[in-house]
């Protein structure tokens, strides 16, 4: 599976963003799928996730600025950041959200939010 993310960039604080998220031969609503971050040094976290109902979930650090959908017609992952602070700069990568079941890590995209 080759995960693409794309849609990154240089935000100023404040801004904001909308990542995309697509994998050829993939149907993506079949799966729970996530966004993950990784800013530098960190280790990868799960940042928000969607289920194959629809179901969101976000961690605690961006609830409310960050919302996950899914075009199921393009068959594509999007999140949207809003309100982007200096700390959500880093990595962004869309895999399955079960840690057991993940596919090999994309490029992901990167988000510098600059204060």
């Known amino acids: 599976v080759q995960l693409q993310a794309s849609g990154g960039g240089l935000v100023p604080a404040g801004g904001s963003v909308r990542l995309s998220c697509f994998a050829p031969?993939?149907?993506?609503?079949?799966?729970?799928m996530a966004w993950f971050r990784q800013g530098s040094g960190d280790e990868r976290e799960l940042v928000a996730q969607?289920?194959?109902?629809?179901?969101?979930m976000y961690s605690n650090v961006v609830k409310g600025r960050l919302t996950i959908s899914r075009d199921d017609r393009k068959n594509t992952l999007h999140l949207q950041m809003d309100g982007l602070e200096p700390e959500d700069s880093g990595i962004y990568y869309c895999?399955?959200?079960?840690?057991?079941?993940?596919?090999?890590w994309g490029q992901g995209t990167q988000v510098t939010v600059s204060s």
């Open positions: 895999n399955r959200a079960l840690h057991l079941v993940r596919w090999a």
């Open positions: 031969g993939i149907t993506l609503k079949a799966h729970k």
């Open positions: 969607i289920d194959q109902t629809g179901e969101k």
